[in-house]
């Protein structure tokens, strides 16, 4: 028996071997981007967006006794956090065939999703065209030209106008067979995009977050980071941070969307309310909907100004105006909870895109908003 076993299990044993051996080289051709890098090599453009790092803001957490962490979304590859969300909406609409190589998508923006929609576009393959209000910072249309995309930029009026950037884009899509209308605001696809966010925060911070504080826009970002954190511990307190002119803070407080800059529901946020860009909004949309917030602080353009000064100074953070504003929310919260415990925000966009404005010393002072600040105090968050 054992003699007639022996040339058996010798076959086998060159049959494994063989098809070891042939499994090995078919590893060797097809991945030689991870033989050549041990495997660090990322494929793409779209494959560099999230999993940001978590950094500790030295400054604010001393001044305030918690620990105050950021997300720094400005390094993500478009520059802002609109990377993640421009990459969902895409990819979902790909995947389940609404939009195909080639294609045309559209979208009304602020400009940060524009920015992030031209670049996902071209790294798929597909056509882009953003409207966006003229008010808005110039870099962000050059931003999006410069990634080859078609911009748009219209007076900013309200939602209910024919001209509002949101329905021209719609208007577009429809009337472009093929097209995709990327309808961040509503399409939830936004929401599915930061619950990535969310359980990213919940990773870095190993579990040990208690508060995470956001501005909203779409509405996108608090509601999926915070139905993130809370799925993992419905303890983590959620807090909106609200720019002037907009009707979240009183929506989240008592109920009702109304500010008191304009009436109920029946414009956006304009240039004359708050000096920040992409939050801020008077009209509820389905991301926001689906936000699990705890409460909310307003926050002033002044103390916004101030505390990207405040960051610059004291942590060589250059960031933008929404950034700027969840710091100042951060600080708010840190207060409200007292010391000892973790705060997490975001930094949305870096200050780069907003040097003809929100960093513009000229504009600043002609909004009479020049940084007046020179201490590490924060004595300027209210
Ligand atoms: C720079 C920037 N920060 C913050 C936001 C707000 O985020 P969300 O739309 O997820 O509420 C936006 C939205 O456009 C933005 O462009």
Known sequence: MQGRAS?????????????????????????PRKRQTGGTVRQGVLDLIGNTPLVRVAS??????????????????????????????????????????????TEGTAGSTGVSLAMVA???????????????????????????ASVRRVRPVSIVHPEHPVNVARREAASTPGALFADQFENEANFRAHLKTGE???????????????????????????????????????????????????KVKRGVMYTSEEAEGKRLKNPFDT?????????LTANFNRALIDDAFRGTDREAVEMAAYLLRNEGLWVGSSAAMNCVGAVKAARAMGPGHTIVT???DGGHRHLSKFHSK??????????????????FVS
Request: hydrophobic share 45%; charged share 20%; glycine share 12%.
């Open 7 to 31: 040339p058996m299990v010798g076959a086998v044993l060159a049959l494994a071997l063989a098809a070891g051996t042939g499994a090995a080289l078919c590893w060797w051709l097809l991945e």
């Open 60 to 105: 604010l957490s001393e001044e305030t006794g918690c620990e105050i962490w950021v997300k720094a979304e400005m390094l993500n590859p478009g520059g802002s956090v609109k990377d993640r969300v421009a990459l969902q909406i895409v990819s979902e609409a790909l995947a389940d065939g609404r939009l195909r190589p080639g294609g045309l998508i």
């Open 122 to 148: 071209a790294a798929y393959g597909c056509r882009c065209s953003i409207t966006m209000p003229d008010d808005a910072a110039i870099e962000k249309a050059n931003m999006i030209q410069a990634y080859g």
């Open 200 to 250: 990213e925060i919940w990773q870095q911070t190993q579990g040990r977050v208690h508060a995470f504080v956001s501005g909203a826009g779409t509405g996108g970002t608090v509601a999926g980071v915070s139905t993130a954190l809370k799925a993992r511990n419905p303890r983590v307190r959620v807090f909106l941070v609200d720019p002037p002119g907009s009707s979240l803070f009183n």
């Open 275 to 283: 000096i920040t860009e992409g939050i801020g909004i008077n009209r």
């Open 346 to 348: 975001l930094l949305c």
């Open 362 to 379: 000229e504009y600043l002072e002609s909004m009479d908003l020049a940084p007046r600040e020179t201490d590490r105090s924060l004595a």
